[in-house]
């Protein structure tokens, strides 16, 4: 019985997880985390009875504890709690489904305690993916892709036999992207859209900032870095395509041109279970993929109209605090963007000038990667009365 630790089980990447736990009896929900949602936790702790349960909004934890006397589970509060779960002796994978940086610090946490980590919080590599990775090499912690991109990455390169030759072997990884809900528009077009058409994805059901970021493809940016991190290539090696289908989950060249490619229907249970699993496969029900939407289709990116991909390869190519500057601006902007507070276009120009306004910092500690992530929240906060 593998005992399964899902941090942010409220979420899209949560309820999935939870679902995939479900269908396989191997499988046990060990513990579970909540940011302040503990209506959809108490249902969730009921039906999976896991031993713990973390809230990190410490008020609403205590609120859950009274609820739930009746049940055996556990509560705990905070971000230690969260840390707690993450590096439980008892826990065998921890799946990371919390969004932004909030996820850092229990991955991290995971990764001292040597644990098999399902990695769906992009913005752990996206901040301190040096560190990470870095520790992860040392404890001997495994991570292992969820996002379904990087999940395909890793499953073509799992075709190789060297693992020696990976420099000369590996040409180029090629990360595809949906294009979201405004692939082909100008930049005219988008300076009315609404929070309500951003989050009308055409592919993927998931959490709201994800699906904006999906629509300013700071997504795929985010995922550049992920995957520079992840796979150890240069930035020059990873390339993007748009693939409006979402059946090409990623692909990647080899040195004699042979392209590997994974696709699957663009269902995130696939990428979750493999997770847990690796090197195993197990039987899946409903998520066959529909090869009849053909004729696959891949093109080249719109960079200056969606100038938050460029944004954040640049980011990542200046390295140290950069990223994350790039991506605590992006949270501040997008939450704002979600509350009707700014623009569209607006999100890509507060990155873009709080990266400007940044004095980089090499090989930054983790807490100087927290403070330039709160500088670039207080940069865009303090911009805000400057637009429009
Ligand atoms: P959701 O918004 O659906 O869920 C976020 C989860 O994180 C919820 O459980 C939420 O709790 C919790 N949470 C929010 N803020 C905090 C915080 N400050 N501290 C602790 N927990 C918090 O997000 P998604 O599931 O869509 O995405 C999660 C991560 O997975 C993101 O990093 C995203 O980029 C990545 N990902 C998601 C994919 C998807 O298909 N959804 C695909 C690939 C990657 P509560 O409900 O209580 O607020
Ligand atoms: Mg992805």
Redesign the pocket.
């Known amino acids: 019985m593998k005992n399964i630790v899902i ?10 997880s939870l679902e995939v736990i479900e269908a396989n009896r191997g499988f046990r929900a060990f513990a579970l ?6 209506a ?2 108490e249902t969730q702790i009921r039906k999976f009875r896991p031993q713990f349960a973390c ?3 410490e008020e ?1 934890a205590a609120e859950l504890k009274i609820k739930t006397a009746d049940i055996g589970t556990k509560i705990l509060a905070g ?1 230690a709690g ?1 840390e707690e779960i993450a590096a439980h002796p008892e826990a065998d994978t921890v799946i ?5 940086i ?2 850092l610090a229990p991955t991290l946490a995971a990764v001292e305690a040597k644990k098999r980590i399902g990695l ?4 752990t590599l996206v901040t301190a993916g040096d560190m990470v990775m870095e520790r992860a090499g040392q404890t001997g912690a495994e991570i292992i892709p ?3 991109e990087h999940s395909a990455v890793f499953q073509c390169l799992a075709a190789r036999v060297n693992r020696d030759n990976f420099d000369s072997e590996v040409k180029r990884i090629l990360l595809t992207a949906s294009g979201g809900p405004f692939f082909g528009k100008t930049k005219d077009e988008l300076t009315q859209i609404t929070a309500k058409e951003a989050l009308r994805h055409p592919n ?8 904006v ?1 999906s629509a300013t493809l700071m ?1 795929k940016g ?1 995922e550049v870095i992920e995957a520079k991190h992840l796979f150890g290539v240069p930035f020059e090696k990873i390339d993007v395509f748009v693939h409006r289908q979402s059946i090409v989950h990623s692909m990647v060249e080899f040195a004699d041109n042979a392209v590997i490619a994974q696709l699957g229907a663009p269902d ?1 249970k696939l990428p979750i279970q493999y997770a847990i699993t690796y090197p195993e496969r197990l039987s899946m029900h409903g998520n066959e993929p529909d090869l009849t939407k053909t004729p696959l289709t891949f093109d080249k990116p719109d960079f200056e109209t969606f100038r938050c991909l460029p944004l954040a390869i640049s980011a990542g190519k200046t390295g140290g605090t950069m990223p994350a500057v790039l991506n605590g601006a992006n949270e501040a902007a997008v939450a704002l963007f979600l509350n009707g507070k700014i623009r569209f276009l607006d999100i890509a120009d507060l990155v873009e000038g709080a990266m400007c306004a940044h004095k980089t910092m090499k090989r930054p500690s983790l807490s100087q990667i927290f403070e330039a992530d709160k500088w670039a929240r207080e940069y865009v906060c303090a911009k805000l009365h400057t637009l429009h």
């Open positions: 941090l942010g089980a409220t979420g899209s990447i949560g309820t999935q985390s909540a940011h302040s949602n503990i959809v936790l809230v990190t909004n609403k971000t969260l990371t489904g919390i969004v932004g909030a996820g769906a919080n992009k913005e969820v996002d379904s993927w059901s998931m959490g709201a900032k994800i699906t970021d997504n985010l995130m």
